[in-house]
């Protein structure tokens, strides 16, 4: 990476241009159009999919990509616990948005797959922000193809309900169950944390645990703790490829009020980060944060806490990829 490429890639400095100013972009970094991305040297892409087709009660995921840009202008460059420069380690930039349709789900759904086609030819690894749950189905299509995926899941809900009414089987309910079914996703070396919340019937659990997804309910992670938790995700993601995925409900909803989905007695946000902080080292492919509702937090709390989180993941991916590259950090 030459001098030139390593300022190009960089963030905008808070010293030269207010963090209230400018055209907001992810990190403040450089805006690359996915065409462009490959022959720019992008390695890391980070993405927003603005679009809750997939919601079945409280819209409004499809404005948490905007917010979250304005709110990534709070973070800076050095990760104060491990010392991490993403911009040093990797070359990164926001890619924009994927292509939707608001008011059609298939297509939205194919839309955003052939995008995250491109981003995966491109060579970039896609870090994702939502959305609503579904978008995460696309992603995993893409890059599952030929190699079903592992999976770490934060959420309060497994996502892996088949259908709703008995008839729609696209819901934000619904993309891990219709991801192990079209072989993307290993559910062997899948770990959902924080479940928890009231369920339709007794029933609603069997199918991912018959599957042989660890599933760590709230109480459990409670009994746990961090520590024990992240070696249990550890152990169940091995050493292959995998994929990390953080819906905001996941979340205690004093940390996230602003989502579609909120339950009580989740974990910490300072727990959360702590978790993304232990899957250092593991073999990361892509990742997301989903379910960002900024209508129903009008303080913009929500979206700094998925983008912080976004933050902590992006650490974690440019290391494997400066790995990869042979760069120091």
């Known amino acids: 990476m030459n001098k030139a490429d390593k300022q190009r890639f960089l963030p905008v400095s808070g010293n030269v241009l207010p963090r209230f100013a400018g055209i907001p972009t992810f990190m403040r970094l450089p805006h690359v159009g996915i065409d462009e991305a490959k022959s720019a040297g992008v390695e890391i892409g980070i993405i927003g999919v603005p679009w809750d087709g997939g919601t079945t009660n409280r819209p409004g995921a499809r404005h948490g990509p905007r917010q979250m840009r304005d709110q990534s202008t709070l973070m800076r460059n050095v990760h104060h616990i491990s010392g991490l420069q993403p911009y040093r380690l990797a070359q990164c930039a926001d890619l924009g948005d994927t292509p939707v349709n608001p008011v ?43 190699r079903p995926l592992g999976l770490v899941h934060f959420d309060a809900h497994t996502d892996t309900w088949d259908r709703y009414y008995g008839e729609y089987k ?26 928890r919340g009231s369920l339709y019937t007794p029933e609603d659990k069997d199918w991912g645990l018959a599957q042989g997804i660890r599933v760590i309910e709230i109480e459990e992670f409670q009994a746990l703790g961090v520590e024990k938790t992240v070696a249990e995700a550890r152990r169940v993601a091995g050493d292959g490829p995998i994929y990390v995925s953080f819906d905001v409900d996941g979340l205690d909803p004093v940390y996230a009020p602003g989502t579609g989905t ?68």
């Open 262 to 329: 909120p339950e009580i007695g989740g974990y910490t946000t300072l727990e959360a980060q702590q978790m993304i902080r232990g899957l250092r080292g593991l073999d990361i492919v892509g990742a997301d944060v989903v379910e960002v509702s900024p209508p129903f937090d009008p303080t913009g709390m929500t979206a700094l806490v998925g983008v912080t989180m976004m933050w902590e993941l992006l650490c974690l991916i440019a290391e494997r990829v400066g790995r990869q590259k042979g760069r120091a950090n």
């Open 104 to 146: 059609d789900l298939a297509d939205s759904l194919a839309r955003i797959e052939a995008f995250f086609v491109k981003v995966h030819d491109a060579g970039v690894v896609p870090l994702s922000a939502g959305g609503d749950h579904l978008i995460t189905l696309p992603i995993l299509k893409v890059l599952g193809k030929g």
């Open 170 to 195: 696209y819901t934000h309910g619904t993309p891990f169950r219709r991801a192990i079914e079209e072989g993307v996703l290993d559910p062997k070396r899948t770990i959902q944390i924080g479940i």
